[in-house]
């Protein structure tokens, strides 16, 4: 999946949350509200991290010698696009104080990270070894073959159609709470 579809889907992602969620911007304590972009922008950046390993991607072609490290060590779509990936980069929180910018940016790119992989196992190649260690060889795709997104293709666009309408009725709701 490429950029576009990451993003989307993440951002798809954090507007059912915060409808499930029952989220009230005036519940909010407003020492909280500062904290916010570090929450997006976590979010954001964790939902393309994971592309790091693809110096074709978009993260890739910014941080090129990395990408290409990557790339030669453990491939694409390999130990970077890993339940314990998203894990570690969450854990990284516990080195930032306490409900500080830090402390959300690292939780946030965590789940950022984890939206990135969930997006993944909707394309055609789905993800090998997302339990890495273990289940090593599994490959893991949550849509039946014909429903698959192939990257880069008219089906990614097509998929993107129903994404852009949920993305605006969520920002609807969202702005009947305010």
């Not at 991607?57 to 290409?68: E, N």
């Amino acid at each position: 999946m490429t950029k576009k579809g990451h993003l989307l889907f993440t951002s798809n992602a954090m507007g059912a949350f915060l409808i499930l969620s029952g989220y009230n911007i005036h519940n909010i304590p407003t020492h909280f509200i500062p904290l916010f972009p570090s929450i997006i922008f976590g979010l954001y950046l964790g939902s393309l991290l994971p592309d790091i390993d693809d110096p074709r991607s978009y993260i890739g072609r910014i941080f090129t010698p990395l990408a290409y490290g990557f790339h030669v060590a453990l491939g694409h779509r390999g130990l970077i696009h890993s339940f314990m990936f998203s894990i570690l980069i969450g854990l990284l929180s516990l080195f930032c104080p306490m409900y500080s910018f830090g402390f959300y940016f690292f939780i946030a790119c965590g789940i950022g990270c984890l939206l990135h992989d969930i997006a993944d196992m909707l394309t055609d190649g789905g993800i090998k070894g997302f339990f890495f260690p273990f289940f090593r060889e599994n490959r893991i795709v949550l849509l039946p073959s014909f429903l698959r997104i192939k990257t880069n293709t008219v089906s990614e666009y097509l998929f993107f159609i129903p994404m852009f309408f949920l993305l605006g009725f969520f920002i609807l709701v969202f702005l009947q709470k305010i």
